[in-house]
């Protein structure tokens, strides 16, 4: 009985170790000029981070046509895209990270987008992908007029949603869905194709991202608002999500700007009156490049008070925020109800105190509101 014990034990440690695994990639390039007749004698392993800024996570030397990353993960580590890049600026080919080891082929760094990609299956999977792509622009190609070639690319279109609702489980299907489809569908038809991603996808990043788009799509009053990400002023880092069972009063303001400063400092004469008052709760997200700029605004505006958050991610008015929420311009407030729906999408601070009144006096008119 102890023998077993200790062998199920360790199976389950194996099993464990194994969920965490290890990653590597084990690069070819049969020609190694690139497309201004530099030879590669580097490359870099890179990844995008959730505001599309790209980061160098390792870097390996190219000798006699080979190289190797190997990278460790984490047993809650997501499986994400990274680019091998180094063959010249704009160029880079495509790779899953997940435990397994990644075989990557390149036969002439001057085109390494006709790089083969193997061995796991994540990769597998993206490459049969980029198969069914390719014999769509194959076909069409072959068109001799327009009304030929259009036929095709709706064809090519429904293959590649067919093959992503097949692989509904892959991270791949969220990540592609968001990239070069969505831009295609409607929003009833994003709608339908997010709710074809696997539940197992749920907490994936790629699916959140991917979440965040459809909402942010459908934004209007009396729907659900997309999740942002609020860098906060301590350095730690929330989410809108986490504010769910409270009413938010989401401002998008700009330092130095006249209006905003306006908006803010009604804004207080607001907080003043319900700062009591838990179910509210104040959000300031500050479009400013600048973070020292930003703390001193905080601060002089005397916004850095218990029941008021600010956030700023440093993006300026190009912030992910501001675009998930269609904010082009600030001042802008934003009224959320407890469960994550809009209850108005611009709203002046008059009419904001007027219904928060309504709703401290029990008066949840939102329910019945109309877009």
């Known amino acids: 009985m102890k023998r077993l014990l200790t062998t199920i034990l360790s199976v389950a440690f194996c099993i464990a170790v194994s969920a965490q695994g290890t990653c590597v990639i084990n690069g070819v390039i049969d020609d190694v000029k690139t497309a201004d007749g530099t030879k590669v004698k580097k490359v870099y392993l890179t990844r995008t981070d959730e505001y599309g ?13 080979k190289y190797t990353f190997k990278r460790d993960l984490a047993q809650d580590e997501p499986v994400l895209m990274y680019v091998i890049t180094g063959f010249g600026e704009g160029e880079g080919i495509e790779v899953f990270v997940e435990p397994g080891e990644v075989a990557v082929n390149t036969a002439s760094a001057a085109t390494p987008c006709a790089t083969t990609v193997a061995g796991t299956p994540t990769n597998d999977t993206y490459s049969e992908y980029k198969k069914v792509i390719g014999e769509g622009v194959s076909a069409a190609e072959k068109c001799a007029d327009e009304s030929a070639r259009s036929k095709e690319a709706i064809k090519s279109l429904s293959q ?28 009833s038809y994003a709608d339908q194709m997010l709710k074809s991603v696997s539940t197992t996808l749920y907490d994936h990043p790629y699916y959140l991202s991917l979440r965040n788009k459809v909402l942010a799509s459908a934004l209007k009053v009396g729907n659900e608002v ?18 769910r069972g409270k009413y938010v009063v989401l401002c998008f303001w700009a330092n130095g700007c006249e209006k905003s400063a306006a908006v803010i400092a009604e804004l207080k004469n607001v907080y003043d009156v319900i700062k009591e008052n838990d179910e509210f709760v104040f959000l300031s997200f500050a479009l400013e490049n600048d973070a020292a700029a930003w703390k001193a605004a905080v601060e002089s505006n005397g916004i850095n008070v ?13 912030s992910p925020a501001a675009k998930l929420f269609g904010v082009d311009k600030a001042p802008r407030i934003i009224f959320i109800e407890p469960e994550g729906r809009a209850v108005s999408l611009d709203q002046e601070v008059e009419e904001l105190q007027m219904r928060i009144e309504q709703i401290m006096e029990g008066d949840l008119y939102y329910l019945d509101q109309e877009e």
């Open 53 to 65: 800024q790209a980061e160098t996570v390792a870097e390996a030397k190219v000798k006699k046509g």
């Open 160 to 187: 590649r949603i067919r093959f992503l609702i097949d692989h509904n489980a892959s991270p791949m299907t969220p990540l592609e869905i968001e990239r070069y489809l969505l831009q295609q569908l409607t929003p």
């Open 226 to 243: 997309p999740d942002i990400t609020l860098p906060m002023l301590g350095g730690e880092k929330k989410h809108l999500n986490d504010l």
């Open 306 to 318: 218990e029941g008021w958050l600010n956030a700023c991610d440093g993006m300026g008015i190009d």
